[in-house]
């Protein structure tokens, strides 16, 4: 994953120079409740983080998370893109936003782009997302992008479940989990 363009964004592959924004993002509430907290308490561990982590995974699986910016004023929104994680066969779409970029239909401009690049990669035929069953936004984004509630993935607590959804490419078969 390299760019990729919309209307009005631009995602593109992450820097250390993001450091300060990853900070930022990474530790807002809604990322350390929805997300979880990936222990970057300081400029030097988000530096780390963005190596290690969001480049290394592009550098190990050819996907990664992009950093979502404004096409407006180049400032960064978010975070969208394809993960794969060991536990799971198909790729997964994640995301995260700032709390200031909530409420103008950035995240479906992103999830759209990067679903579109995924329909365009040889050998992707579905996608699947996961999230908590308190998240209410990412239920309600996943739904309007055509994900399909699978299962529980797994039990976080006595009152939330990590939930899966899925989203076919292809016409092809989809796995199961």
């Known amino acids: 994953m390299e760019q990729i363009s919309t209307e009005r964004l631009v995602l593109r592959l992450a820097t250390v120079d993001d450091a300060n924004f ?12 929805f997300v979880g907290d990936k222990q970057i308490h300081d400029v030097n561990d988000a530096k780390i983080y963005i ?18 910016e404004s096409k407006a004023d180049s400032k960064p929104l978010g975070v969208c893109g394809l993960i794969k ?6 790729y997964d779409i994640g995301y995260g936003l700032l709390p200031k970029a909530y409420g103008f239909g950035y995240a479906i401009e992103a999830a759209k782009a990067v679903i579109s690049y995924a329909k ?16 209410f936004a ?8 055509g994900f399909n509630y699978i299962k529980v993935q797994s039990k976080i607590s006595d009152t939330i ?14 796995h199961s989990y």
């Open 51 to 68: 190596e290690q982590k969001i480049l290394g995974m592009r550098v190990s699986k050819g996907v990664c998370l992009l950093v979502i």
């Open 161 to 174: 479940d990590l939930l899966l959804y899925q989203l076919k490419l292809t016409d092809n078969e989809t």
């Open 120 to 135: 365009a990669k040889e050998g992707i035929d579905e996608l699947v997302a996961i999230t908590t069953s308190d998240n």
């Open 85 to 90: 994680r060991d536990e799971l066969t198909a």
């Open 138 to 145: 990412s239920k309600k984004l996943l739904n309007t992008l």
């Open 22 to 33: 990853v900070l930022e993002l990474y530790n807002t509430p809604d990322f350390l409740q």
